[in-house]
């Protein structure tokens, strides 16, 4: 892996100028503002992104994590941190960056003296899947439906993190219709909770928005482990992603 580059860590005092990360072209788009605002309030409970830039070139990757107790997934976590996004795009995929931010996160939670580092990932999209950890000592230890695995990389002997049971329940708390369930954590989120918003509307579902404000809400109410966005049609898990019109009618179909 070639040294060509700088790892910067995102800080209330060069968030304007160095962003996030993401959706750097729409700073002015009410997610890019929510992200900011909710990243701000975060930065207190331990939160940190780091990212990868390339001297000479750009902003290739960068990775989110937060102590498990503030964690923005539904997992049971204490004592540890957890990775909230790890993405590398374009030119920087095939260099070792993402193994490099995983290092840095590692070596972070080594000197907060942390049980271990663990990552929600996924069979779908919206999150890492589990090959790049599994080949840097995490193990899976947990599953969640429809797509979710549970990896850790402990330190010490410490009491393994957890996903919920209680799923079923959960979704059956949203009720009949079309829930979306969503929070400010992710700026892509405000497009694709107004997707289904419109989606749901075309259909002539009834359809509502419910804001989760705080970690506890995520990890106590959520209907799905990915945490901070989750579809729910008539009290079962439709989606934890936005669906293109066609799959988003297969759905509702399916689920009746």
């Not at 390339?54 to 539904?74: L, N, Q, S």
């Not at 999150?127 to 695995?149: R, T």
């Not at 804001?211 to 934890?240: D, K, M, T, W």
Request: one cysteine or more; aromatic letters at 12%; a neutral charge.
């Amino acid at each position: 892996m070639s040294d060509n580059f700088e790892v910067v860590e995102v800080t209330a005092g060069n968030i304007d100028r160095q962003g996030f990360f993401c959706y750097m072209s729409k700073r002015k788009s009410p997610g890019y503002r929510q992200k900011r605002d909710w990243l701000e309030e975060r930065l207190d409970e331990g939160l940190k992104i780091k990212i990868l830039h390339e001297h000479g070139g750009r902003d290739t990757a960068f990775i989110e994590y937060i102590p498990g107790e503030y964690a923005w997934r539904a997992v049971y976590a204490p004592g540890y941190l957890v990775i909230h996004c790890l993405w590398v795009v374009g030119k920087g995929t095939g260099k070792g960056y993402g193994s490099r931010l995983i290092q840095e996160c590692l070596a972070d939670a080594r000197r907060q003296g942390k049980h271990g580092v663990v990552m929600v990932s996924s069979d779908g999209t919206w999150l890492a899947s589990k090959k790049l950890f599994l080949n840097h000592g995490f193990v899976e230890i947990d599953q969640a439906p429809p797509v979710f695995q549970l990896l850790m990389h402990r330190f010490e002997n410490a009491p393994d993190p957890a996903f919920p049971q209680d799923w079923k329940d959960r979704q059956a708390a949203f009720g009949p219709g079309l829930t979306v369930v969503r929070t400010p954590q992710c700026p892509y989120i405000e497009n694709a909770t107004n997707g289904y918003l419109n989606l749901g509307s075309q259909a002539g579902i009834p359809t509502r928005v419910i804001e989760l404000n705080s970690a506890q809400e995520v990890q106590e109410q959520a209907p799905c482990a990915y945490g901070v966005f989750g579809i729910v049609y008539n009290s079962r898990l439709l989606s934890y992603t936005y669906i293109n019109p066609i799959d988003f009618e297969k759905r509702i179909a399916q689920l009746g």
